[in-house]
């Protein structure tokens, strides 16, 4: 039995399919795989260029002839448009896991009222193979490390971390993002303003204790 792999990247144009599956050819290859990559977005570059379908294919393993994954032969299916995942689900192994972008690019069909945009997708994709579904605009980074957390020591506000906190408070809203660092300045602004969002923000901090 074969032990290549299959990764199939799917989405519309412009969302950076190709490049991802580029990113992951080269770290494949640094690590000493055999690796194989196609890319297939409609009439050349033309209608990936208008937000048409796009798909790129990653094969690896000790030695890969082909970059051609058929039907019902993906490990992974990686889709940065829902539709899309409903689109390429057929490439997927009974096995296979899906990760699915759900933030939702609608086709020019959509656009023009001429169709809906299709609901349920995910639901319906989750009853046949695993699926990890998220909002992608609403990530900035996703880190996987078996490092531990590097914790820093908790200190109360001093008096002049208190008087900082005080002059910039009237500056700040609902919704606000604040870097702050570490030392006594978080918990000056976090005692007792914005409580909700800031005490998930003082757990890293005080995660030791």
Not at 68 to 84: Q, R, T, Y
Not at 146 to 153: D, G, K, Y
């Given at each position: 039995?074969?032990?290549?792999?299959?990764?199939?990247?799917?989405?519309?144009?412009?969302?950076?399919?190709?490049?991802?599956?580029?990113?992951?050819?080269?770290?494949?290859?640094?690590?000493?795989?055999?690796?194989?990559?196609?890319?297939?977005?409609?009439?050349?570059?033309?209608?990936?260029?208008?937000?048409?379908?796009?798909?790129?294919?990653?094969?690896?393993?000790?030695?890969?002839?082909?970059?051609?994954?058929?039907?019902?032969?993906?490990?992974?299916?990686?889709?940065?448009?829902?539709?899309?995942?409903?689109?390429?689900?057929?490439?997927?192994?009974?096995?296979?896991?899906?990760?699915?972008?759900?933030?939702?690019?609608?086709?020019?069909?959509?656009?023009?009222?001429?169709?809906?945009?299709?609901?349920?997708?995910?639901?319906?994709?989750?009853?046949?193979?695993?699926?990890?579904?998220?909002?992608?605009?609403?990530?900035?980074?996703?880190?996987?490390?078996?490092?531990?957390?590097?914790?820093?020591?908790?200190?109360?506000?001093?008096?002049?971390?208190?008087?900082?906190?005080?002059?910039?408070?009237?500056?700040?809203?609902?919704?606000?993002?604040?870097?702050?660092?570490?030392?006594?300045?978080?918990n000056a602004l976090g005692k007792p303003h914005c409580r909700i969002g800031f005490e998930r923000l003082r757990y890293a901090y005080r995660a030791?204790?």
């Amino acid at each position: 039995m074969s032990d290549i792999k299959s990764v199939l990247f799917v989405g519309v144009g412009g969302q950076g399919t190709i490049l991802a599956s580029k990113i992951l050819t080269i770290g494949l290859i640094g690590h000493g795989y055999d690796v194989k990559m196609s890319e297939v977005h409609g009439e050349v570059h033309g209608m990936s260029q208008r937000g048409g379908s796009v798909s790129t294919q990653v094969r690896f393993c000790s030695k890969v002839y082909s970059p051609i994954i058929g039907e019902g032969s993906a490990d992974i299916l990686v889709s940065f448009e829902e539709m899309e995942a409903a689109r390429y689900a057929r490439f997927l192994k009974t096995d296979g896991k899906m990760v699915v972008n759900t933030a939702q690019l609608p086709s020019l069909p959509v656009l023009s009222g001429d169709c809906p945009y299709p609901q349920g997708i995910v639901e319906e994709l989750k009853k046949h193979v695993p699926v990890w579904a998220f909002d992608a605009t609403k990530v900035d980074a996703i880190v996987e490390s078996e490092e531990p957390i590097s914790l820093a020591p908790n200190r109360e506000p001093s008096a002049i971390d208190q008087q900082i906190a005080e002059n910039i408070f009237p500056y700040l809203h609902d919704g606000i993002t604040l870097q702050l660092g570490i030392g006594g300045m978080p918990n000056a602004l976090g005692k007792p303003h914005c409580r909700i969002g800031f005490e998930r923000l003082r757990y890293a901090y005080r995660a030791h204790e």
